[in-house]
């Protein structure tokens, strides 16, 4: 009786321990009905093409804009992709948008809805792009009914902001774009954690806009120091991604000095999000861990001696 008790106990402990960590958005998400902000206008939600009607009252609900007054909605279709970005025309938009306008200040604040349905891009990555294609002071709203990568949402946020005589330079929401490809190419072909590929592209940006490089040469060397400094090792093939993507950004004259509060940002969220597991102390966190299940692996063992 005693034996079958102690397996219980046990069964309950390694439930516990194979819970998953979930982590709620950083910043100021509250969307609570204040009514239409008179200074920056309705909100703007943006829906993508290819979801049917029910998929759209879905979205609408996630979104919480379901009254037609409150807000002004946009189809994001393959088209936009063609035009903002030299896309593929035949590409299916699901992913969403809802962007409301914020005071001078505030920064690019994104949320992801419904993560689970977001595969591959997170809230740091939208923030990333959007901070190179031009965006500022916005809350940023993803949703999405089903599960996607989460791409064509960045062109459904693109077009928030070209319209009612608002432009975003083509040049740079190409090269935000590009961004968004190259971090989920390395957490998808290459294996680095979301969060880590994050913070590589958040330091790279911080350090062009410190040492302003006059050369890829110069753009070179500050990646590969960032990469070191990262305990990451990437293929010759990726670092040479990573390399031609900053040369494009300084090439283009992105001037990421204005936004270095933000990135500054972007980098405590990320590395906070990882100091909540593990109290700071990842080698540490990790060993507990393993201890923790030999503890259990050991006891199962005794109640069979």
């Not at 439930?15 to 909100?43: H, M």
């Not at 969403?96 to 977001?118: D, F, L």
């Amino acid at each position: 009786m005693k034996k079958l008790i102690w397996m219980l106990v046990l069964t309950a402990l390694i439930g516990l321990a194979i819970v998953p960590v979930a982590f709620a958005s950083e910043g100021n998400t509250n969307t609570d009905d204040v009514g239409i902000d008179e200074r920056n206008g309705k909100p703007k939600v943006v829906l993508g093409e290819a979801l049917s009607e029910e998929q759209k009252d879905k979205v609408r609900s996630l979104l919480k804009a379901t009254d037609p007054d409150q807000v002004e909605e946009y189809i994001v279709t393959a088209e936009d992709l063609v035009n903002f970005i030299g896309g593929d025309p035949s590409s299916n938009m699901y992913s969403s948008a809802k962007i409301t306008r914020k005071n001078e200040g505030y920064g690019v604040v994104v949320n992801i809805v419904n993560p689970e349905n977001i595969t591959q891009v997170t809230n740091e990555m939208y923030a990333n792009a959007l901070l190179t294609a031009g965006v500022e002071n916005a809350l940023i709203e993803v949703a999405s009914p089903l599960k996607v990568s989460g791409h064509s949402a960045l062109t459904g946020i693109y077009k928030a902001f070209n319209v009612d005589g608002e432009q975003l330079d083509q040049e740079r929401m190409e090269v935000a774009n590009e961004e968004l490809d190259v971090a989920t190419d390395l957490t998808e072909q290459s294996g680095i954690e979301k969060e880590k590929v994050s913070q590589l592209l958040t330091e790279i940006k911080q350090e062009i806009a410190d040492q302003n490089p006059a050369t890829k040469e110069d753009v070179e060397r500050i990646v590969s120091e960032q990469l070191e400094k990262l305990n990451i090792e990437l293929s010759p093939e990726d670092r040479e991604m990573l390399t031609n993507l900053f040369e494009k950004m300084r090439n283009i004259n992105i001037d990421f000095g204005k936004v270095t509060d933000q990135l500054d940002s972007i980098v405590s969220d990320l590395k906070g999000k990882l100091d909540e597991v593990t109290g700071g102390d990842t080698e540490g966190f990790w060993q507990s861990v393993k201890d923790f299940f030999k503890n259990i692996v050991d006891g199962i063992r005794g109640l069979f001696n």
